[in-house]
C-alpha cells in the first residue's frame, strides 16, 4: 500500500509543476496579447492613415513615406 502511494505522488507533483508553469505562460500571453490586439484590431483606419501617423510619429523617413505612399495608390 505504501508503494502505490508513493508512485501516485511522485506522478502527481510533476504534473502539478508542469500545470503551473503552463498556466503562468498562457497568462502571460494573454495579458500581452490583449495589449497588442487592441491596437491592431480595435481601429478601422486606413492604410493611407496608418502610414500618414507613422511618418509623423518619425517611424520612417520621407523617402520611405513617399514610396509607401506610391505603392499604395
Known sequence: MMGFGMGL????VP??????IIGAVW??????QTG???????????PREILDQRYAR???TREQYELMKRDLS
Not at 15 to 20: H, K, N, R, T, Y
Not at 27 to 32: I, K, R, T
Not at 36 to 46: E, K, M
Open 58 to 60: 518619425g517611424e520612417i
Open 9 to 12: 505522488g511522485m506522478l502527481l
Open 27 to 32: 497568462f502571460a500571453s494573454a495579458l500581452f
Open 15 to 20: 504534473l502539478l509543476g508542469i500545470g503551473l
Open 36 to 46: 497588442r490586439s487592441s491596437n491592431l484590431s480595435g481601429s478601422s483606419q486606413t
